[in-house]
């Protein structure tokens, strides 16, 4: 895994494509606020997705003021302990990335 920011070239060895607005990386594995962090799985930030569930949910979404009737598609990503290069921009979790052709094909075919 690469990660770097917009005024970085890469400036780790591994890491995930997706994008975190508030922390970014230094030279030295620092993390500070305000700024677009990038990973990609190597040099070559070949297109990648994450683990993920989508279901049907029939209430209201919006504000209290101005309910929107379902029903609503709703989406929301796995995630998992972070490895190292994510662990110095969100030291909680990172999303889970299928990153092999088996392990791609087993999340989108198990039951």
Not at 7 to 33: F, N, Q, Y
Not at 46 to 57: K, N
Not at 84 to 106: C, F, G, N, Q, S
Request: aromatic share 8%; proline share 9%.
């Amino acid at each position: 895994m690469i990660a770097g920011s917009e005024r970085s070239k890469p400036i780790c060895e591994r890491g995930v494509d997706l994008k975190h607005t508030s922390r970014r990386l230094t030279g030295l594995g620092v993390a500070k606020k305000k700024d677009v962090v990038w990973f990609a799985l190597n040099d070559d930030r070949p297109l990648t997705a994450f683990a993920g569930i989508w279901t049907e949910f029939k209430g209201d979404r919006g504000t209290k003021s101005k309910p929107i009737p379902g029903p609503h598609l709703v989406y929301g990503f796995l995630t998992t302990s972070p490895n190292a290069v994510v662990e110095l921009i969100h030291p909680k979790a990172m999303p889970v990335i299928p990153t092999t052709d088996e392990e791609r094909d087993v999340w989108m075919r198990a039951p």
